[in-house]
């Protein structure tokens, strides 16, 4: 079973911030926090990943919060192209030992 | 570079038949993987290659489920004979393992539909 919880779904408007949550409270200290999305008709793509200070790429951004308990997807400036379902994953970082667990992710719909 | 190809894109048989998947990974990844994604859920890891040995084929129902990865590049699963409960998008992703196990890079999958 996955070991994050994420809501079912939000909308964005086109051009704001979306700010995608995700529950991870059982983490271990091993464990990094991996963010995929998989827009519609498509294999999923990594995003992002991080073990508990914030990172950001030309995708977006991760907050990972002190206690790692919880996290924040963040895509500054939100386009259509960006709605897909956006999968939060817990594993350890290093070889195949927990491999992708996808759980039922956030589908996020970008609004014109 | 070229992404990960899969055919056929779409498949439709009935059940009790059986069907073959192929996939062709990125050149020079040494890590395969077969996923089931059934409609509104995320995908499930089926089996995994490291070349052509099996890393982890705890998830593959082995008595209808079968895949290969001969010469440790190309791989085929196969279903025989399929159920109604199989229809879901199979997809295939590949890596380089080790340090970057985690990035994962998927085909585009192949949908099959079981009547």
């Known amino acids: 079973d996955a070991k994050t919880t994420q809501p079912p779904s939000m909308d964005c408007a086109e051009g704001r911030a979306a700010n995608l949550p995700c529950n991870h409270s059982t983490i271990s200290g091993n464990e990094y926090v991996y963010w995929y999305r998989q827009i519609h008709s498509q294999g999923p793509q990594y995003i992002i990943h991080g073990l508990k200070n914030n990172e950001t790429n030309e995708m977006a951004s991760l907050i990972i919060t002190e206690d790692r308990k919880s996290s924040t997807l963040i895509l500054p400036h939100a386009t259509l192209r960006d709605t897909a379902v956006y999968y939060c994953?817990?594993?350890?970082?290093?070889?195949?030992?927990?491999?992708?667990?996808f759980g039922k992710g956030i589908k996020l719909s970008v609004k014109p | 570079e070229a992404g990960v190809a899969q055919s056929p894109r779409y498949k439709i048989i009935e059940k009790r038949q059986s069907v073959a998947f192929w996939c062709n990974p990125i050149s020079g990844h040494a890590t395969l993987y077969w996923y089931q994604q059934i409609l509104g859920q995320g995908p499930k890891l089926l089996i995994q290659f490291q070349n052509n040995g099996v890393v982890d084929d705890s998830q593959l129902p082995k008595d209808r489920f079968s895949a290969e990865r001969l010469k440790g590049v190309d791989s085929t699963l196969k279903i025989q004979p399929a159920k109604l409960e199989d229809s879901a998008v199979y997809l295939c992703a590949s890596n380089t393992g080790g340090t970057r196990s985690y990035e994962q890079y998927f085909g585009p999958g192949t949908r099959l539909t079981v009547t």
């Open positions: 994953i817990v594993r350890p970082k290093r070889g195949s030992q927990g491999n992708l667990i």
